[in-house]
């Protein structure tokens, strides 16, 4: 939002994708604007239904239409705006310049066709590969993200992997064609806590190695954490919260954020008792006027419901969407002396 | 996965022991004979008759012979086609039946499964409900209806084909039947094809592949379309059995020679042993194409094994 698009890779401005439904219109991303640099990686967190898959398959134009429809905004990645080009043109920086992987690496891989087939084809289309060429540099790539014994298993079928190395090929098929940026749609979700490290390891890794700006989409704080410079915070399609990886987990300005960080286990914590958030998120087809979180809301007071939020500058890179932003802020750099 | 065949061919003896069973008790309980005519026959010629036919021994004996004839694939002679063996009818009458119901069989795969699929890319939209009311309307329309009813327009008003009779492949005579024959399987495929690839275009995995960068055309032909498709699999073979082998009312309708209007004519006639030859005949196919189907379900989805 400071600068206008110099170093940027990719720079989401006012973003709104809607989904026509029986019930209304759903606005799973309603307005959404973040900036991502060349080489950084960008948490997004929120819990389900925040909107944040929706948010990156816009980027992608991935959004069944219909329902679904990019209403406004623009999504300019590299200098162009991915919302002007024509689906030839789209296609062309799928899978090649942008890639993604998809949560469940059960179903993501067409179960009915061999992984060197669907490795293949990424490479024959974006980079001209010829069947030979295209199958070394499969099992290549099956070899750099660490699957053992990868020129004998590459002829396997999905089914033959378990879900973490059928990750692996996920990962390995999404940056065939060493794309500049990754979008990892929540990849650990699915596995259990030891492949989830080496997962995020490996990610880590190809990433430093290619170069490649990364967005990481997730629930999970503890993921975030240790991996992204920047976070955003999403609730209800709205962006809520927006600052660097420390400044987010330090000083948080939103008091949606204070709560999920709240319903972080704490191993050191004597009572093992964990917090929670009351109440679910809203229905997104029929918002209160006000603001979005205030039913569940500790500090919401009466103008919370009445009246929408401001997004609220805090420091530089700090934004949040709130009445009582500077407050919560505040409140947490006072905290954080206390510790 | 070759003891799973042998083990099911062998399930088909028993399958084929109950079929042929009920056929015969049926066909013993049901009142008449094959030689009860409008004529009432002298006693004298009726006890001849039945001597000749072995109809006065005991009726386990009749039975055990039938059996036996079975399991030599042999039916023995027609009652009421003179001279003739049950196995030489069948292979007079497979023929027709066979080529009528192959052309019937492709036409409605052809028709059915881009029908379908076009329905499923283009949900919601006129040509989706466009060609769901037609199968709706091909499911409920009985053929016995829908024969006569081409046949009308076709034949007696316009005169392009000819209204019945069979003049072999190809040739004229077997358009209308298999357009009669092949509606509700077109019907049928096409909702089946339709919900199968609704299923799989919204699946993870064809996500995946247009986050690739794979253009429409290659997602559906490359991707959807081996999963969307199992469905009118596990439906064709059954359906292909019973298309060969005879369809009663379509070969009725359109007079044509082939094992449903001799199985009609059977019937009728109480021509016992024509009767088993063919039902025996239907049920061994019907068992066979059900388990080549199984075998085929190992090539498609690699996910199965035996």
């Not at chain 1, 492949?195 to 880590?204: D, S, T």
């Not at chain 2, 449903?260 to 009767?275: K, T, V």
Request: contains cysteine; charged residues 20%; proline residues 6%.
């Amino acid at each position: 939002m400071t600068d206008s698009g110099h170093g940027n890779l990719l720079s989401v401005t006012d973003l709104r994708t809607y989904f026509e439904t029986e019930d209304g219109t759903v606005k799973a991303v309603d307005g959404i604007s973040f900036e991502l640099k060349q080489g950084e990686t960008l948490g997004i967190v929120g819990e389900s239904g925040s909107g944040k898959s929706v948010a990156n398959l816009s980027l992608m134009r991935l959004i069944p239409n219909p329902p679904g429809k990019i209403v406004s905004g623009s999504i300019v990645f590299a200098g162009r705006d991915v919302l002007k080009l024509s689906p030839r043109e789209v296609r062309k920086l799928r899978g090649k310049r942008i890639a993604m992987i998809f949560q469940d690496p059960m179903t993501s891989l067409n179960p009915f066709m061999r992984v060197s087939k669907q490795l293949m084809e990424v490479t024959r289309l974006h980079l001209g590969h010829t069947k030979k060429q295209a199958r070394e540099h499969a099992i290549k790539m099956l070899e750099h993200v660490g699957i053992p014994d990868a020129r004998s298993r590459v002829d396997s079928y999905p089914h033959e992997f378990s879900g973490g190395m059928r990750q692996r090929v996920m990962i390995a098929m999404a940056l065939s064609c060493r794309p500049e940026l990754l979008i990892a749609d929540e990849p650990t979700t699915a596995l259990d806590v030891t492949i989830q490290a080496q997962i995020l390891e490996l990610i880590n890794s190809l990433k430093a190695e290619t170069g490649a700006s990364v967005i990481l989409i997730t629930h999970d704080l503890g993921v975030v954490a240790g991996m992204t410079d920047h976070i955003i915070v999403m609730y209800a399609g709205k962006v809520f919260e927006q600052a660097t990886t420390t400044e987010l987990f330090e000083r948080p300005g939103n008091p949606y954020t204070c709560g999920l960080l709240r319903s972080v286990p704490d191993p050191t914590d004597e009572q093992g008792k964990l917090y929670q958030i009351p109440g679910l998120p809203p229905d997104l087809a029929h918002l209160p006027p006000g603001c979005p979180f205030a039913p569940r809301c500790e500090r919401a007071e009466e103008i919370c419901r009445r009246e929408f939020p401001p997004y609220v500058q805090l420091t530089r890179e700090h934004y949040s969407l709130c009445h009582f932003a500077s407050d919560v802020y505040t409140k947490s750099q006072a905290q954080e002396g206390n510790r | 996965m070759l003891r799973f065949i042998i083990r099911r061919i062998v399930v088909i003896i028993p399958m084929l022991f109950i079929v042929v069973s009920l056929t015969w008790g049926l066909i013993r309980l049901a009142p008449g004979n094959f030689y009860t005519g409008e004529k009432k026959l002298t006693p004298a010629i009726e006890k001849n008759l039945r001597e000749k036919y072995g109809l006065n021994r005991p009726w386990y004996v009749q039975y055990g012979k039938v059996l036996w004839n079975i399991a030599r694939f042999d039916f023995g002679n027609s009652l009421k086609y003179e001279g003739q063996s049950v196995n030489q009818i069948l292979f007079r009458g497979l023929p027709v039946s066979a080529t009528l119901g192959l052309s019937a069989y492709l036409l409605a795969l052809f028709v059915g499964i881009t029908t379908g699929t076009l329905a499923a890319l283009k949900q919601n939209s006129w040509i989706d409900y466009a060609s769901m009311v037609l199968a709706m309307i091909g499911i409920s329309i009985p053929n016995f209806v829908l024969g006569p009813l081409l046949v009308l327009i076709f034949a007696l008003n316009l005169f392009w084909l000819p209204p019945a009779l069979w003049n072999g492949f190809p040739s004229k005579s077997i358009v209308l039947p298999a357009l009669t024959l092949s509606a509700i399987y077109i019907a049928y495929i096409a909702r089946l094809t339709r919900s199968g690839m609704l299923e799989v275009m919204r699946s993870d995995y064809i996500r995946t592949a247009r986050a690739k960068g794979l253009s429409e055309t290659q997602v559906v032909f490359r991707h959807a379309l081996r999963g969307g498709l199992l469905p009118v699999v596990s439906f064709s073979g059954p359906a292909l059995a019973f298309l060969i082998t005879g369809t009663v009312v379509v070969e009725r309708v359109f007079a044509l020679p082939g094992l449903g209007n001799y199985f009609i004519n059977a019937c009728f006639n109480r021509d016992e042993p024509l009767i088993i030859g063919i039902v025996a005949f239907i049920a061994v196919t019907v068992l066979g194409f059900n388990l080549l189907v199984d075998i085929s379900y190992g090539f498609i989805d690699p996910r199965i094994r035996y």
